[in-house]
């Protein structure tokens, strides 16, 4: 399953949009730690092709894709030395794929900026210094246990030193981990170490609906904030943390009219969970039938065993070939029989490469 960390600044709507994301109640009152426990809950993937295919084969279950979204309290200056309270729940955060930074992208004088004043570049920057002097300590321990194994002629222990010095200068320059100039097998090297700026981030810009929202503002904070966001390589989602919350408690036919009263036209849970697949690369597949229609995920790229794999690890060894077709055609032949008589239906080998919307049937020994 999918791992996502939720980091920022306190206050900056983290534990509120956790909420609308998981539905759970966890704290989220207007003050600096509310969160004090590390929050976890697993979110089904929004995606209409899944409707569609299971009422096309009268399933008994429909199964999404899932993500499991972790809530940490919020980090401030200072928090990789025991500022705060963010830097001990870190730890948390080291397992997951991938980072999810919510940015304060408005002006309210009634929520306080733990700051004082709101500037998404610098809010970015402080947050991303932490993590980033997080893993230095990471690494400075890791140098030190080397040491005897270095000593002793270890060939894989010195290549990994080698790799984390690299690291190290790439800290000291302001770098994230993620842009430090690796090879794959130096990668390889300090994949334990889990380093959470070697994990892609994507940045949920928090609006307000009926606030002085930075987009709007004309005054360069906001372009600031992007420019900051494209020199990292990363990608940005608006979201109103606020209002998907308050739309949890929205009958699902209601939702898109109260949408359009609030004035928000886009799903903005929807559109960060897309962003989320973009920033790792990952796309989705379909099984379908009587018993169950499923979406599963794999990265962009993925051959069809190591698709199957996503089910069964015993997919991948024992893979003989698979049966492909795209939903969209699958749901125009009418039933599978009649795709397979128009010669809709693929027989695919392991070179095949899955592509994002296929319905896949796997043989295997």
């Avoid at 295919?53 to 919020?74: Q, T």
């Avoid at 700026?197 to 360069?220: C, F, Q, S, V």
Wanted: proline share 2%; aromatic share 8%.
């Amino acid at each position: 399953m999918l791992k996502i960390g939720i980091v920022g600044l306190p206050n900056v709507g983290k534990s509120t949009l956790f909420n609308a994301l998981t539905k759970a109640s966890v704290p989220a009152e207007n003050y600096p730690f509310c969160t004090i426990d590390p929050s976890v809950g697993v979110v089904g993937v929004p995606d209409d092709r899944l409707a569609a295919l299971a009422a096309f084969s009268r399933s008994a279950k429909v199964i999404p894709a899932a993500i499991e979204f972790v809530d940490i309290a919020g980090l401030v200056k200072g928090a990789a030395e025991g500022e705060g309270l963010g830097n001990q729940f870190l730890a948390n955060i080291r397992e997951t794929d991938a980072i999810l930074q919510v940015v304060r992208f408005f002006d309210d004088a009634d929520v306080h900026h733990v700051e004082g004043t709101v500037e998404p570049y610098k809010d970015i920057e402080i947050v991303n210094l932490e993590l980033m002097l997080s893993d230095a300590e990471q690494v400075r321990k890791r140098r030190d246990k080397l040491v005897r194994d270095i000593k002793t002629g270890s060939k894989e222990a010195a290549e990994e030193e080698a790799a984390l010095a690299k690291l190290e200068q790439g800290f000291a320059a302001g770098k994230l981990a993620l842009h430090t100039e690796l090879v794959d097998k130096e990668r390889e090297l300090v994949a334990h170490l889990n380093l959470l700026t070697m994990k892609p981030i994507l940045y949920a810009l928090n609006r307000k609906n009926g606030g002085h929202n930075l987009d709007e503002a004309g005054d360069g904070r906001a372009v600031r904030a992007y420019d900051l966001i494209q020199a990292l390589g990363s990608r940005f989602v608006y979201v109103d943390a606020a209002i998907e919350r308050e739309l949890n408690d929205v009958a699902d036919a209601d939702r898109t009219s109260f949408r359009e009263e609030f004035g928000v036209h886009e799903d903005g849970l929807a559109g960060l969970i897309r962003g989320a697949y973009e920033t790792l690369g990952l796309i989705s597949f379909f099984t379908t039938g009587e018993k169950e229609t499923r979406a599963w995920t794999v990265g962009r790229g993925s051959t069809a065993p190591l698709a199957g794999a996503a089910i069964h690890t015993d997919f991948a060894d024992k893979f003989i070939r698979a049966e492909v077709i795209e939903w969209q055609k699958l749901l125009e032949a009418g039933s599978y029989a009649a795709a397979r008589e128009k010669g809709l239906v693929r027989t695919e080998g392991r070179e095949y490469v899955v592509s994002d919307g296929d319905v896949i049937l796997f043989l295997h020994g």
